[in-house]
């Protein structure tokens, strides 16, 4: 177990590193206009994060020991091709989520 000490001290360094790496973007450049191709580059931050998060939970599961399996495969299927069908997110994500359950519970 971490001292407090040392617990706080990693708290409070997270917290002035985050602050700061947002503050390096929008407090030096927020009053001035950003060049378009770094604009255009930004519209896929969102995009990309998703995906980031649910990526290693679809190919590497704890819940199984780290081995992929059918009812994750197919719920992230599923979720991609309503997301693609679709272009809704929530609409991805319900029949994601539909999908996991549904074979979690068929598949045991």
Do not use: Q
């Amino acid at each position: 177990m971490i001292d407090k000490t040392s617990l706080w001290i990693v708290i409070i360094g997270l917290a002035v590193g985050s602050f700061l790496l947002r503050f390096s973007f929008t407090g030096f450049v927020g009053d001035r206009a950003m060049p378009a191709w770094l604009i255009r580059h930004l519209r896929y931050t969102a995009v990309a994060v998703l995906p980031a998060l649910v990526a290693p939970k679809v190919l590497w599961p704890t819940a199984t020991g780290g081995d992929p399996d059918p009812a994750r495969l197919a719920a992230a299927a599923v979720a991609l091709t309503m997301g693609v069908m679709t272009k809704n997110v929530l609409a991805a994500m319900g029949a994601g989520a539909v999908t996991l359950y549904g074979m979690l519970y068929l598949l045991g």
